[in-house]
T-cell receptor, first 113, second 112 residues
Framework: DAGVIQSPRHEVTEMGQEVTLRCKPISGHNSLFWYRQTMMRGLELLIYFNNNVPIDDSGMPEDRFSAKMPNASFSTLKIQPSEPRDSAVYFC???????????FGAGSRLTVL | DAKTTQPTSMDCAEGRAANLPCNHSTISGNEYVYWYRQIHSQGPQYIIHGLKNNETNEMASLIITEDRKSSTLILPHATLRDTAVYYCIVRVANSGNTPLVFGKGTRLSVIA
């Protein structure tokens, strides 16, 4: 079991550029969550999917953020255009129905200059 | 909507037991107490969860008061690698399809 795999681990970009973060959940897990962590706001839920369907995206900061889950083994979080205030660590987590444990990836650290 | 209250930080001597408290006075009858921890630069990691009985696993013990309004996570012999932020979360069990809501947690520093 390779766990939840996120890429890239680190991304440095300039303001205005498009950023795409990727997540591969654990095989067999049917729920996927995107979180963002900053010093000021802690861990915040951005969006989550059940069976590839977005359930709650109320945590997505604004229209510049979008997330997709085209199949059970892949999800993306896109920021376009990026801004310095988007600098944070973005975590992906997955779990399966009826489970008690969310498994988190190692995170993607984004720096927008 | 985090429903728990935890101290901001705690220190513990290496080799001693670390006792991390959590208040959850508004916990509902069908809500469990979960503990996760986050070691620096890593994703949160599940530790343990319980309803009303005390629980123990290879990582820690969870003591829940009889009225369920508070609990304590115990790391019996803390090591330097246990230095992390510990999150106490209340959540309906077997609700794997719903997200965890994180508060600010307790920053535990294990000191040599």
């Amino acid at each position: 079991d390779a766990g939840v795999i996120q890429s890239p681990r680190h991304e440095v970009t300039e303001m205005g550029q498009e950023v795409t973060l990727r997540c591969k959940p654990i095989s067999g897990h049917n729920s996927l969550f995107w979180y963002r962590q900053t010093m000021m706001r802690g861990l915040e839920l951005l969006i989550y999917f059940n069976n590839n369907v977005p359930i709650d995206d109320s945590g997505m900061p604004e229209d510049r953020f979008s997330a997709k889950m085209p199949n059970a083994s892949f999800s993306t979080l896109k920021i376009q255009p990026s801004e310095p205030r988007d600098s944070a660590v973005y975590f992906c987590a997955s779990t399966r129905s009826g489970a008690n444990v969310l498994t988190f990836g190692a995170g993607s650290r984004l720096t927008v200059l | 909507d985090a429903k728990t209250t935890q101290p901001t930080s705690m220190d513990c001597a290496e080799g001693r037991a670390a006792n991390l408290p959590c208040n959850h006075s508004t916990i509902s009858g069908n809500e469990y107490v979960y503990w996760y921890r986050q070691i620096h630069s890593q994703g949160p990691q599940y530790i343990i969860h319980g309803l009303k009985n005390n629980e123990t696993n290879e990582m820690a013990s969870l003591i829940i008061t009889e009225d369920r309004k508070s609990s304590t996570l115990i790391l019996p012999h803390a090591t330097l690698r246990d230095t992390a932020v510990y999150y106490c979360i209340v959540r309906v069990a077997n609700s794997g399809n719903t997200p965890l809501v994180f508060g600010k947690g307790t920053r535990l520093s294990v000191i040599a």
